[in-house]
């Protein structure tokens, strides 16, 4: 399949955008403007994992079309376990320097649960929600039914609804606390996928470009609404959140702009696009090995450019190990 340029130049700024949530930049008490300079840079980097969900459910639409459900379903969940083994035994590197095993076992003692749908590593979380997502589509598309997908469409949305009710909102009137954090599973992943699914299937994407900066403008500004009121309201502080409701509109929004295949979303940047999985997988190792030295430096030229330092040693690994036929499956 030709490679689409907007999506893969959206996918470039998506994963800075994931690295962003992790590097957690201008998280330094010393200075006012980098307090709220950490929110907004998080709080807008929020539609980046939805985003990847509903791209995932596009190509898998395509891809069973072409082949069938269970074709395309058991090739992409094999891909992803493989994936999900490979770095899972990755991050058992102390890349930080703590001795092995000990964080990845006292998580387990704390919460077994979530510790198995995250993996040794905590963003490896996205791996296992996606195989979640997958196979709960294939089930509902296998009903055969003419309303397979309305189904699948509701039972997402009620999963969703109580990912966010018992996760972002769970200290509100409407809340349910629970010991489980609801981003790990199929509660958010199966909506953003599912959307993607649904995308797939219009033919006619003139309008996709003006829609999703639209919807685009007023996801980013609803998202910070909604986490300010939780945060007024209910003291739920805003990078203690994942996904409130409005993240849906975020999300849809980008990913609309990266389908719509626009010239104006063309560039030369594009072509790293490929290499978004290996950032993905890696740079979480590169952020245990720096956050000694992030620890230290507080200067707002470094919060600046240490997610782009991390983006860009990320790139160059990725695109090395590329290079080698056995590793190629595990970066590109």
Not at 204 to 213: A, E, H, M, P, S
Not at 314 to 319: F, P, Q, R, T
């Amino acid at each position: 399949m030709q490679r689409i340029q907007s999506i893969d130049l959206m996918r470039l700024i998506a994963i800075l955008s994931v690295i962003i949530i992790h590097t957690t930049p201008f998280d330094s008490s010393s200075h006012d403007t980098f307090y709220y300079l950490k929110i907004i840079s998080n709080q807008l980097s929020k539609f980046a994992v939805p985003f990847f969900f509903i791209i995932s459910g596009y190509f898998f639409h395509i891809k069973y079309l072409k082949t069938n459900l269970d074709t395309a379903s058991v090739f992409v969940i094999k891909r992803l376990l493989i994936l999900f083994i490979f770095w899972c035994f990755f991050y058992l590197i102390p890349w930080n320097g703590s001795i092995l095993f000990e964080n990845l076992i006292s998580r387990f003692q704390t919460n077994p649960y979530n510790t198995i749908l995250e993996g040794t590593q905590i963003h490896l979380w996205f791996l296992v929600s996606l195989i979640l997502s997958i196979a709960i589509s294939n089930i509902f598309i296998r009903l055969n039914h003419k309303h397979s997908f309305y189904l699948l469409s509701v039972f997402s949305f009620l999963l969703f609804i109580f990912g966010v009710i018992a996760g972002s909102w769970s200290k509100t009137p409407i809340g349910i606390d629970i010991n489980f954090n609801t981003r790990n599973g199929p509660f958010f992943s199966t909506i953003f996928f599912v959307t993607g699914l649904v995308i797939s299937k219009f033919k006619n994407k003139d309008n996709f470009f003006k829609l999703g900066g639209v919807l685009l403008l007023i996801g980013a500004s609803l998202q910070i609404s909604e986490s300010y009121f939780l945060y007024k309201k209910y003291n739920v502080f805003f990078t203690n959140t994942d996904y409130v409701f409005s993240t849906y509109i975020f999300a849809l929004g980008f990913s609309l702009l990266a389908l719509s295949n626009s010239p104006k979303l063309s560039s030369k940047l594009s072509g790293f696009g490929v290499y978004t999985l290996g950032v993905y997988a890696v740079h979480f190792s590169l952020i245990s090995m720096l956050s000694s030295i992030d620890a230290q430096i507080d200067h707002l030229l470094w919060e600046v450019t240490y997610p782009f330092i991390v983006l860009l040693i990320s790139l160059i690994i990725a695109i090395l190990f590329s290079k080698i036929k056995f590793m190629r499956r595990f970066f590109t």
